[in-house]
């Protein structure tokens, strides 16, 4: 079973720092990509950032420019570096990987860090 723990959420101002960090509980070089996902009151989760295994980046639109997915192998970890944050941007933060076993895709989320940013 794999677990992906994330932690660095916080309250910041407006125009402030964060970042965030998931750890692994297994080398995440063995995911095919790992995602940051975010979701606001009453608003459903959206696709924020996504590193693949080779190292291939994706940002979402409204973050483009501010935010930064990064990853540290040897630690295990996955790193979205949140600068320029906006009110917009208070959300809970969540970790996701997935991995293929044979033809099976498994799909993993971490429990989640609270982000608010305050205007």
């Known amino acids: 079973q794999v677990q992906l723990v994330e932690s660095g959420g916080g309250l910041v101002q407006a125009g402030g720092s964060l970042r965030l960090s998931c750890a692994a509980s297994r080398s995440i070089l063995s995911f095919n990509a790992m995602r940051w996902y975010r979701q606001a009151p009453g608003k459903q989760r959206e696709f924020v950032a996504r590193i693949t295994s080779f190292g291939s980046r994706e940002t979402a639109d409204s973050v483009k420019g501010r935010f930064t997915i990064s990853r540290d192998n040897a630690k295990n970890t996955l790193y979205l570096q949140m600068n320029s944050l906006k009110p917009e941007d208070t959300a809970v933060y969540y970790c996701?990987?997935?991995?293929?076993?044979?033809?099976?895709?498994?799909?993993?989320w971490g429990q989640g860090t609270q982000v608010t940013v305050s205007s």
């Open positions: 996701n990987a997935d991995l293929y076993v044979d033809t099976r895709r498994d799909d993993y």
